[in-house]
């Protein structure tokens, strides 16, 4: 009897290879990792989009619904601003309110915000010739706001109708009011122009730089009172202190005539005073010509 005995073939061992344990980790990591998008530089989690879209609804949902309040809460007050000096208050906050809500007014208060047109505020107060510029706006609190700079009068003009005109520095006309009279020099002559027509008369628009000249100069706004100008455009200058009439002549070389006065002020008027001269004039170039009474 044979007895057959096999032996088995040992089987080749697989080759093992022994990770790092950071790359073990690294690899758990990335399955147990939420999905994101990349958007160039922005990662974001889906979670975390839909809180900011959340967030930025519900803050457009405050906005409109504050919109809806906004426009339909009625306007309680009218706010003025007046950019004005001494010589040209010529309305006031209450002036200002009474021709907004009067009956040629746009109407403002009491209306819903939606309803005030801005521009016909603005409209309704460039309509007053005194004023240069006006801004509306709204704001909170159911107030409409008002801005206002006036025009600053250099002279007053009386008409042969006997209408009394301001002038400003560009020589535009407006009306006075009974809020203000504006310590400026008077222009007498003969001239027929009202307060909304235009200048037929040149020399007058032709006197305006001797009237910024007086106006800006500290000695001779507080001296000249009235300015004359006859139908050739010829100046006639009265001041406040005697009667003396100073004739300037066409109205050229200001500042050189002024100058000219100044000596005759400071040099001439202190030795004998003001009654010993019955006019002076300044018109000749290099010249003071004075007379005696």
């Known amino acids: ?102 009956e040629t007014g746009p109407g403002v208060t009491g209306r819903p915000m939606k309803t005030v047109s801005l521009k ?12 240069l510029k006006a801004e509306a706006y709204k704001s909170v609190g159911g107030t409409v706001q008002v801005e206002l700079v006036m025009r600053k009068p250099v002279a007053r003009l009386i008409n042969n109708s006997g209408a009394s005109i301001y002038l400003d520095e560009k020589a535009v006309k407006f009306e006075p009011t009974e809020l203000h009279t504006a310590n400026v020099p008077l222009i007498r002559g003969d001239f027929e122009e009202g307060a909304v027509d235009t200048f037929a008369c040149n020399t007058i628009s032709a006197a305006i730089p001797v009237l910024n000249y007086v106006r800006n100069h500290e000695f001779w706004n507080a001296q000249i009172s009235e300015v004359a100008i006859d139908q050739a455009g010829e100046l006639t200058l009265y001041t406040q202190i005697g009667d003396m009439p100073i004739y300037f002549g066409q109205p050229e070389r200001i500042a050189e005539k002024f ?23 300044i018109e000749y170039k290099g010249q003071v010509v004075a007379r005696k009474r």
């Open 120 to 131: 016909a505020v603005e409209e309704a107060l460039l309509a007053e010739r005194s004023v």
């Open 1 to 102: 009897m044979f007895l057959l005995i096999s032996t088995p073939t040992a089987r080749p061992a697989q080759a093992r290879r022994n990770r790092p344990l950071e790359e073990v980790e690294s690899e758990q990591r990335k399955k147990q990792a939420p999905i994101s998008l990349k958007l160039g530089k922005v990662k974001i989690q889906p979670r975390k989009w839909l809180v900011f879209a959340g967030v930025a609804l519900g803050f457009a949902l405050l906005l409109g619904i504050a919109y809806t309040v906004f426009s339909n809460m009625p306007v309680r007050d009218i706010g003025v601003k007046i950019e004005a000096n001494d010589d040209n208050h010529f309305h006031t906050a209450e002036s200002v309110k009474a021709i907004l809500d009067g």
């Open 259 to 281: 100058s000219n006065l100044m000596d005759f002020y400071k040099q001439v008027l202190p030795e004998l005073g003001w009654k010993y001269y019955r006019s002076v004039s």
